[in-house]
């Protein structure tokens, strides 16, 4: 079974500084897809990035970027120049598609907090 | 024009009682979930409805029961409320096809359900 680990239950950051997020999991299949989801305050659920296992090329979206290390089961996000904004949980999150199912996994989340 | 939209908010009711709560999507997507999310804020899938059939049926009580009308809509009733129950409540939806955007969840806002 698919497992999605998430090492760090909270982090905090200095506004303007970069952290990076860890994410490891652990699944027999070789496609796959992976995401990072941030959920703020306000409880809604939101996609941070997504990367697709059949590419090597790690996935940005301006100041966010991974770090897919597909051999280690590894999938890390970096935050670079953080803001007060990103205060948030974040999930990381694995899917595998078989048989018509669609199943997402996620970890048990980062709370990071970004300090002024 | 809010993409998933779930209702109610918010749900207060006591032990034993029944209750539902409504989701909509009108993003197109053909798959849709329920997600239950614990006071740790641990995520876990409950339901998946691909095209109005149930594909995913985790080890969820039978006293959930989801009803999926057409494609948009995936409701979740529960009967015979407990205190475990206490939770928020997620539905999510996605595109299963291949393509830009394809297989990203896409959640609603949360449904807060407190069982006293």
């Known amino acids: 079974a698919q497992t999605v680990t998430q090492s760090q239950p909270e982090m905090s950051v200095q506004e303007a500084e970069t952290v990076t997020l860890s994410c490891t999991y652990d699944?027999?299949?070789?496609?796959?897809?992976l995401f990072w989801y941030k959920q703020p305050p306000s409880r809604q659920m939101i996609l941070v990035i997504r990367?697709?296992?059949?590419?090597?090329q790690n996935a940005t979206e301006n100041r966010f970027s991974v770090n897919f290390q597909k051999a280690a089961k590894s999938f890390s996000l970096k935050i670079s120049d953080s803001q007060l904004g990103d205060t948030a949980m974040y999930f990381c999150?694995?899917?595998?598609?078989?048989?018509?199912?669609?199943?997402?996994?996620f970890g048990t989340g980062t709370r990071l907090k970004v300090l002024a | 024009d809010t993409a998933v939209s779930q209702t109610p908010k918010y749900l207060v009711t006591q032990m034993g009682n029944d209750k539902s709560i409504k989701c909509e999507q009108n993003?197109?997507?053909?798959?849709m979930y329920w997600y239950k999310q614990d006071s740790k804020k641990f995520l876990k899938i409950m339901f998946s409805?691909?095209?109005?059939?149930?594909?995913i049926n985790e080890t969820v009580p039978n006293r959930f029961s989801p009803k999926s009308p057409d494609k948009a809509h995936l409701n979740l009733h529960i009967n015979s409320l407990e205190l475990g129950d206490s939770a928020v409540y997620f539905c999510?939806?996605?595109?299963?096809?291949?393509?830009?955007?394809?297989?990203?969840?896409?959640f609603g806002a949360g449904s807060r359900l407190t069982v006293l």
């Open positions: 999510a939806s996605s595109r299963t096809q291949s393509g830009q955007g394809a297989n990203v969840l896409t």
């Open positions: 699944t027999s299949e070789n496609n796959y897809y």
């Open positions: 990367q697709e296992a059949y590419k090597q």
């Open positions: 999150a694995f899917m595998k598609h078989r048989s018509g199912t669609y199943k997402y996994i």
């Open positions: 993003l197109g997507h053909d798959t």
């Open positions: 409805y691909n095209n109005k059939e149930l594909i």
